[in-house]
């Protein structure tokens, strides 16, 4: 079949103008290493007199499982116009200094030399006054900015704060039932589902290169439910929409339970050997039943679990396979204690199936939610007799009870066999894999030797865990392994440096904002716990030098400029924003230095299991302007700290504790004792750490880029998570390759799963097909929490909580969710995406709620409550329901009037319970177990401002 | 156009609105390639809106064109810039650097009157809560075999290719503006400056290098199937002519086109009582027979029969061509990857 007519193309001059344009030089590989997660889209870049033309999504995926449609051809709006913003009016390319007042907008273009001196004099102030953790920097998962920031961060010693709470991308829910929260099958095990519930989660918005996935599995049998207050734009494709009340999950969640354990048709076999649905409770305390109950030593966390045949037995921590054994699900039995009384123990699943009948039959849960005692019925079947995935975005996490919320969707999963093969579970987000890039900048020195010996300590430590507890899994050891390594480091918790420097004491203390049905207000749990010593206190220096790069602090943070500008902006001496673009927080720095955008230099959009492939980003196009590289940016900012601190007659300085941050331990940092020693930091090691003794630095003062990614895709064959013989130039010679392991990275040792050629990833099949046991308190996926604030707050197991009246008692309840046109706030101002919507921002609201407020489409309104308002256009939909508000998140602050977004009216609360610690699994881990802000469900109202 | 009738042969779009997710992957890619200078920024050759709406030019589907039952042209309206609308300027230069410390915020330099852009009523719809529905369909030149748009020109500028893409000699056409509004689908655009009416060019450069459209091999929500439409056995000859469930859009107008859409299914509405009616379609069925003719019902039956024999463990060739297991499948014969190309392209 020919593609081309037979006949020869009528060739006429006007034609031969289109045959010209489409024309370019060369081409390279591209991709966008932003935090668009999952992102990783393979594009090609094609380039035109050197400069970026335009870019194409490469569509070179192969097939991976037969029979499973393949990724092709991976992209969105947003990258097909990136080249747009590449040359847009939000390029940076001069360092500009602020002039007039902070957020004034105005500014003086300098030079590199002028503005790195006055950066490096303010560094060495805050070094000399306090300490060098008062510079800081907040976590970001913006890929290509993070590791040349959390390198310079860790030379210097500065204060890297963790990244989980600050973007509070962490389902917390998930967290206290597996013991982990990124479980994340491949997008293309989707494909393999029989049942999907879209559940917090708006794939048509979120998951535009992956959608088809869902569309496919429909095609290919499955059925699509899309549960959600308002009828989104994922229920276009869906089989059933379940319209729900806003921030009721769990009520929902636990009726569909409820059905499955009343009806036996729940997978007990699963749930004996999955969950600690079979451990034994005592009556008395509700506490487990502990071995040091029962023999008065042993492990505290040692559980136990009932046999008809054989009685009492103690839970096997190291393996959940069953081996015979029929664990009890239901009655009551009698234990003699070691102080010789006796106690009445029932298992878990007796105690939470009386808590489903009391509380949450489809009848009950009915005046909650909404939903249909026939819909939750006609759920459950389908649940219990089909390969369920629960489509789970980062939405519920941002809900007060949000916890709660994911707990019960687990507990549904549970039920029903429903993890650990292909078609099921439950996503989130991971990273990881590409460990060699961190190695390749940790080392001691270059090449394959020293990273082997780095490789080589690392697995030793693991040993030394599993020597120490043979009940331990590797992912157990690596886990104990980052908690070790976080307690050599001062990673600032972003709730802790929020209270200790922000004022959100404050409005964590409003009672009537939190969950009123407690014993105690939210500062006493809080004193508990730092009075316990959960959670390291950090120092109280006010924060001197904040460096902003990838990041964008007054956007995302809830309570935006109103909560930070006040408070933290005053003590901050200079604030520095690194980024390719104008950000909202650029607006209010002191200084904008301009970085080389993702085709201007080398890296790697973010490595995660949803499509496991290293995906390059090569260097297309001189970066413009005077643009640079984080790394050549940081690596100035060094050698003027150098010098001028020098001037100053400084030789060394003292380090204040922190040498790195637990961020990049979790995802994949070595070690840095090998570089590591005393506690002071002499001015003449900063470069050559930062260079690796100067490997890395290249003829023309810079960092030879091309040096430092090729070192660590090497690191990372010797890691073993890619293919023997990959280099940068075998990547770029054959373009994307696929990651043969997860390797020893928290986040990828928690996939729990082999990485198998040709087939979808699916996690939890150490689990499901060789036992392994959960990362949790009990070693099985936890759905009972003893911890004493979990018993005090009546959330020892799953259950339902009303949504607290955060921002004060308004009709409205605001919801979210990441929007259609943009990455956060990125391409917010790229002129190609503007015009595929109105422009600016909006709120969408229900007809009902616009008319009784006499407000009509494109009315400007203000949106209000006891926090703070914003102004922004309406959009009135039908789809919207009554009560409810939508404000998409990832509109920058600069697009609102007075550049005050929908986070200024955002109270940014935590839930008391995130400071819980001392509890197995429940102690703080970097990227993961802390308190986290939510915004979800914020009451409030609008009036009309202005007619359109 | 001396190529004889057997040689001909005509280019056919598939687009499956049950896999179409209204992403503007379409739209952005064909304006990054093509529309990129100023006086073509209002133009989206491709666009995608959600229906029902008013869609882009505003209120479209009312403007008439195309051709009357007896085959002659009928008269239509020709749309305004204002009925495309879009193409604002920003002020970006003065939101960053002007020093208004927050007083000027970024936003479209258009009269708020009446405003409209490409995709201005997106995700609206209609119905009530919570039953409303929406879905998304994009659009482009349906390259009809009974073009309108080339009858009407006066300056015979229009002509259809050999490959069956409809274009306009940009230097004979004199701007009439006739084929504006003879195109009942309203997808011709005009560009002041130079004085010429502009519409989609069915990516003719990339065609005729055995490479896909931009806006059908850069759709990540694969909706979309391209290739000849007599080829016999190629899943657009199949989805049109075998099963018969890719069906023009709006056929009154007469014009034939070759961008064919499957209709879109709709999650199940709730009674009074909440519970789902799993009897009554969510989109009235009126609604979409008032887009693609009485075929329709036809159409979502068999799609229906055929996901239902999936579901209950049978095989269907159909839902097989759908899924495309293989993405280059749905490129036809257009399988080039224009990377591999040399660069004199």
């Not at chain 1, 668009?36 to 970026?52: E, Q």
């Not at chain 1, 100035?636 to 700290?641: E, P, R, V």
């Not at chain 2, 239509?76 to 007083?103: A, L």
């Not at chain 2, 979309?224 to 018969?244: A, H, M, Q, T």
Request: net charge negative.
């Amino acid at each position: 079949m020919d593609a081309v007519p037979k006949t020869d193309p009528i060739y006429t001059g006007w034609e031969d103008l289109y045959r010209k344009k489409w024309q370019w030089d060369d081409v390279f590989w591209g991709s966008h290493c932003v935090d668009c997660y999952p992102g990783s889209c393979p594009m090609r870049v094609y380039v035109k007199d050197g400069i970026v033309w335009r870019e194409e999504q490469a569509g070179s995926f192969k097939t991976i499982e037969e029979g499973v449609p393949d990724f092709n051809p991976m992209g969105c709006q947003k990258g097909a116009s990136w080249s747009q913003s590449l040359y847009g009016p939000d390029r940076l390319m001069y360092p500009l200094k602020r002039v007039g007042e902070r957020g004034e907008g105005k500014w003086n273009r300098v030079t590199w030399d002028e503005a790195l001196e006055d950066i490096a004099d303010s560094c060495l102030d805050a070094i000399q006054k306090y300490g060098p953790h008062t510079i800081v920097r907040e976590g970001t998962p913006e890929y290509s900015t993070v590791h040349a920031t959390m390198k310079f961060m860790g030379v210097l010693g500065g204060g890297d704060i963790d990244l989980g709470g600050s973007i509070n991308d962490f389902s917390i829910g998930l967290y206290e039932t597996f013991g982990k929260f990124s479980p994340v099958s491949s997008a293309d095990d989707w494909f393999h589902s029989e049942l999907v519930l879209i559940w917090h989660m708006n794939p048509v918005f979120t998951r535009i290169p992956f959608y088809h996935f869902i569309a496919e599995a429909r095609y290919n049998g499955a059925e699509v439910v899309n549960i959600s207050p308002d009828v989104n734009p994922s229920h276009t494709h869906a089989d059933y929409q379940v319209p729900i009340n806003g921030a009721t999950d769990p009520a929902f969640g636990l009726a569909i339970v409820q059905v499955i354990l009343d009806e036996g048709i729940a997978d007990y076999e699963f749930i004996r050997e999955q969950t600690d649905l079979g451990f034994l409770v005592r009556s008395d305390t509700k506490r487990y039943l502990r071995e040091t109950d029962v023999t008065g030593s042993g492990r505290e966390d040692q559980l136990y679990q009932w046999d008809p045949d054989k009685g009492l037995m103690l839970a096997d921590r190291g393996d959940m396979r069953l081996k015979g054994l029929k664990i009890a699900l239901e009655g009551e039995f009698d234990v003699k204690l070691a102080d010789g009384s006796t106690v009445k123990v029932r298992p878990v699943c007796a105690a939470l199936k009386e808590h489903l009948d009391a509380n949450y039959t489809p009848e009950k849960q009915q005046p909650i939610t909404s939903v249909h005692p026939d819909t939750i019925r006609m759920l459950a079947r389908k649940v219990a007799t089909k390969r369920t995935n629960i489509m789970l975005g980062y939405n519920a996490c941002k809900f007060y009870h949000g916890d709660l919320i994911e707990r019960a969707m687990c507990l549904v999963l549970a039920v029903s066999g429903n993890w650990g093969k292909q078609g099921t579970g439950i996503r989130c987000w991971a990273s990881g894999m590409h460990e060699g890039h961190f190695i390749a900048q940790e080392k001691p020195a270059p090449g394959a030797q020293a990273a082997a010996a780095v490789i080589a300590a690392r697995d030793a430590e693991f040993q030394a865990f599993k020597d120490k507890d043979p009940t331990a899994t590797t992912e157990i050891a690596i886990r104990d392994s980052i908690r070790l390594d976080e307690k050599r480091v001062l990673t600032p918790i972003p709730a802790l440096w929020w209270y200790n420097h922000c004022g959100y004491g404050e409005r964590w203390r409003t009672k009537e904002w939190g969950d009123e049905s407690l014993p105690r207000g939210f500062q006493d749990y809080m004193d508990e716990a730092m009075e316990k010593g959960w959670w390291r206190s950090p120092p109280l220096d006010p924060p001197q030098v904040l460096i902003e790069c990838g990041g964008n602090m007054l956007r995302r943070t809830r309570g935006g400029k109103k909560a930070l500008l006040d408070t933290l902006w005053p003590q901050l001496q200079k604030i520095v924003t690194i980024d390719f673009r104008v950000s909202q927080t650029a607006l209010y720095a002191d200084y904008v230095l301009p970085a080389a955008q993702h085709y201007e230099k080398i890296g790697f959009s973010i490595p995660t299991p949803h499509v496991m492939n290293l995906n390059l980003s090569d260097k297309s196009a001189e970066p413009a302007g005077e643009s640079k590289n984080e790394w050549d940016i940081y690596l100035g900012l060094l050698m003027k700290i150098v010098e001028r601190g020098k001037a100053r007659g400084m030789t060394e300085y003292e380090l204040s504790g922190s040498e790195s941050s637990g961020s990049e331990v979790a995802l994949g940092g070595a070690s840095f004792d090998t570089i590591l020693t005393g506690n002071t930091r002499s001015l003449d090691e900063l470069i050559p750490l930062y260079t690796m003794g100067g490997y890395y630095q290249s003829e023309d003062g810079g960092v030879d880029e091309e040096k430092l990614i090729d070192e660590g895709v090497r690191d990372s064959v010797l890691c073993g998570t890619l293919p023997y013989g990959t280099t940068l130039d075998s990547i770029r010679e054959s373009g994307p390759v696929r990651f043969i392991d997860f390797g020893v990275t928290g986040m990828g040792s928690a996939q729990a799963s082999p990485v198998e050629p040709d087939k979808t990833h699916v996690p939890f099949r150490n689990h499901t097909e060789s036992g392994h046991p959960f990362p949790t308190y009990a070693r099985r996926a936890q759905f009972y929490i003893d911890h004493d604030w979990f018993l005090e707050a009546n959330e020892h197991m799953p259950t339902h909580k009303p949504n607290p009246k955060a921002g004060g008692d308004y009709p409205l309840g605001m919801t979210s969710g990441h929007n259609r046109w943009s990455i956060h706030a990125m391409n917010q101002a790229n002129e190609v995406i503007l015009g595929t919507h109105r422009g600016e921002p909006n709120v969408m609201v229900n007809p009902d709620d616009a008319k009784a407020r006499g407000v009509k489409d494109d009315d400007l309104v203000r949106v209000f409550n006891d926090v703070g308002d914003f102004k922004v256009r309406v959009k009135i939909a039908p789809n919207v329901q009554p009560g409810q508000v939508i404000t998409y998140n990832g509109w920058a602050g600069f697009q609102y009037t007075g550049w005050s977004g929908a986070n200024e009216a955002e109270p940014g609360m935590v839930k008391w319970i995130g400071f819980a610690a001392d509890y197995g699994h429940l102690n703080y881990f970097p990227l993961e177990w802390q308190p986290v802000p939510v915004s979800r469900w914020t009451r409030c109202d609008f009036e009309k401002v202005e007619a359109a | 156009m001396n190529a004889t009738a057997v040689e001909k042969r005509q280019i056919a779009w598939v687009v499956d609105l049950n896999k179409c997710i209204g992403c503007q992957t379409c739209s952005v890619a064909c304006k990054v390639l093509w529309t990129r200078e100023d006086s073509e920024k209002a133009q989206w050759w491709c666009s995608v809106n959600t229906l029902p709406g008013e869609g882009t030019p505003r209120g479209w589907e009312d403007m008439g064109g195309g051709y009357d039952k007896d085959g002659k042209l009928s008269p239509g309206k020709q749309p305004t810039p204002g009925d495309f609308g879009g193409g604002f300027d920003f002020n970006h230069e003065e939101v960053f650097y002007g020093g208004s410390g927050g007083k000027v915020h970024l936003e479209p330099q258009a009269p708020r009157k009446d405003r409209w852009a490409m995709n201005w009523d997106e995700d609206q719809g209609a119905g009530e809560w919570p039953n409303s529905y929406y879905f998304y369909m994009p659009r482009l030149c349906n390259h009809c075999t009974k073009p309108a748009c080339v009858e009407s020109c006066p300056s015979k500028a229009m002509y259809k290719r050999d490959d069956g893409l409809v274009l306009r000699d940009e230097s004979v056409c004199k701007g009439s503006k006739k084929c504006m509004a003879a195109c009942p689908y309203k997808k011709i655009y005009f560009n002041e400056e130079r004085n010429v009416a502009q519409h989609c060019i069915g990516c003719f450069p990339r065609i005729e290098k055995g490479v896909a459209p931009a806006c059908v091999r850069q759709c990540p929500g694969r909706a979309v199937f391209i290739g000849w439409l007599d080829e016999v056995g190629s899943p657009v000859n199949r989805l049109v002519n075998d099963y018969k469930v890719a069906l023009p859009l709006h056929p009154e107008y007469g014009t034939r086109p070759n961008v064919f859409y499957i209709p879109p299914f709709s999650p199940h509405p709730l009674k009074d009582d909440m519970s789902i009616d799993t009897e009554t379609p969510r989109i009235p069925p009126e609604y979409l027979e008032s887009l693609f003719g009485s075929e329709v019902h036809q159409a979502l039956d068999t799609m229906k029969n055929e996901m239902e024999k999936v579901r209950g463990g049978g095989s269907s060739d159909l839902m097989k061509t759908l899924i495309a297991y293989k993405w280059l499948e749905m490129l036809g014969p257009f399988t080039t990857d224009p990377a591999e190309l040399t660069s004199d392209a």
